[in-house]
């Protein structure tokens, strides 16, 4: 074979050889380069999916919510007290004097309220906007406790037998503290204290629980 035949032909190789050397390196180049975007890419969907999953976890918290509000129902308790004037007039018979006399008592009255959290008394559910504890009404859980503040009998001198009649004047006060806390169970201010203590109570446990994001926007309706 003629010698300058055999370069041309090994010539040729040679420039097929580099080319595919060259084109396989570009290749190589290009599909190291879309698997790093590839990987890149997935990284931040599985972060994406992860920080998401954060936003909406609170849901696989809320029986174990549930557990623990009936576990802890004393701490959504709302004090309130109150002082009050009593006035009555006394038959001047039973006080041994010339005419009636009027006794004006005053005092104080702690009132204690709160609601019945029985397991089947109420619901913590998933909205679509957050969180939402449907509870009992609040109500008046112990009987008044009252405080005597003061008394006077305007007009009247000393009356002998004051202290005995001051005294069945406070048996009284029992059943009128008893009537005024059943009627303040339905006051805005007295249901406000009570929600509020109750979402404090929720956004610190699902704040506390691993996974979460973010605390959606709790609310309390009273069944």
């Known amino acids: 074979m003629d010698t300058g035949l055999i370069f041309a032909l090994t010539a040729c190789f040679l420039c097929a050889a580099i080319t595919y050397l060259v084109l396989d390196y570009r290749v190589f180049g290009e599909r190291q380069k879309?698997?790093?975007?590839?990987?890149?890419?997935?990284?931040?969907?599985?972060?994406?999916?992860?920080?998401?999953?954060g936003y909406t976890k609170y849901t696989d918290y809320l029986a174990p919510a549930k557990k623990t509000v009936t576990e802890q129902a004393k701490l959504f308790t709302a004090k309130v007290v109150r002082d009050h004037?009593?006035?009555?007039?006394v038959?001047?018979?039973k006080l041994k004097l010339k005419s009636d006399a009027t006794f004006i008592v005053k005092y104080s009255v702690e009132y204690v309220f709160g609601m019945d959290f029985k397991p089947d008394s109420f619901?913590?559910?998933?909205?679509?906007?957050?969180?939402?504890?449907?509870?009992?009404?609040?109500?008046?859980?112990?009987?008044?406790?009252?405080?005597?503040?003061?008394?006077e009998t305007p007009g009247i001198g000393e009356v002998k037998n004051e202290k005995d009649v001051v005294a069945e004047i406070h048996l009284k006060l029992s059943a009128q503290a008893q009537t005024d806390g059943e009627i303040m169970a339905s006051e805005e201010a007295v249901r406000a204290v009570c929600k509020m203590k109750l979402m404090e109570f929720l956004r610190d446990f699902m704040v506390k629980?691993?996974?979460m994001a973010q605390v959606p926007?709790?609310?309390?309706?009273f069944k």
């Open 85 to 89: 004037v009593h006035v009555e007039k």
């Open 91 to 93: 038959n001047k018979e």
């Open 34 to 53: 879309a698997m790093e975007t590839a990987l890149h890419d997935q990284a931040e969907v599985t972060a994406t999916k992860k920080k998401l999953q």
């Open 123 to 151: 619901e913590i559910v998933a909205t679509t906007v957050g969180i939402e504890i449907r509870s009992p009404r609040p109500m008046l859980l112990a009987a008044p406790a009252i405080q005597p503040q003061s008394h």
């Open 209 to 211: 629980q691993p996974g």
């Open 217 to 221: 926007v709790i609310s309390v309706v």
